[in-house]
């Protein structure tokens, strides 16, 4: 199995082109790869986060596919296919 080097952004790319290199290597190094954001309370700046590594635990999982079939309504989704 090879391993595909481990991206970290350290310069001015915009993370747009970095994301395909990210999810590229997190699936061919079997890891998970998860975006979420967060809006801090007090000053309502918005980061994005966007994580690679063994993250996810079944049970993670299986919560969040619970949380995502109870807001079908409001849009959201979750989309699954065959591995390997």
Known sequence: MTLVKKHRIRDKTS????????VYSAL?????????????EKTHKTSLYV??????????????????????????TVVTRDWK
Not at 28 to 40: I, L, M, W
Not at 51 to 73: C, D, F, N
């Open 15 to 22: 993370l747009v082109d970095t994301l395909p290199e990210m």
């Open 28 to 40: 061919a190094n079997h890891e998970d790869f998860v975006v979420t954001y967060e809006t801090d």
């Open 51 to 76: 994580m690679t590594g063994s993250l996810v635990t079944p049970e993670i999982l299986a919560a969040l596919k619970k949380e995502i079939g109870h807001k079908k309504e409001e849009g959201s």
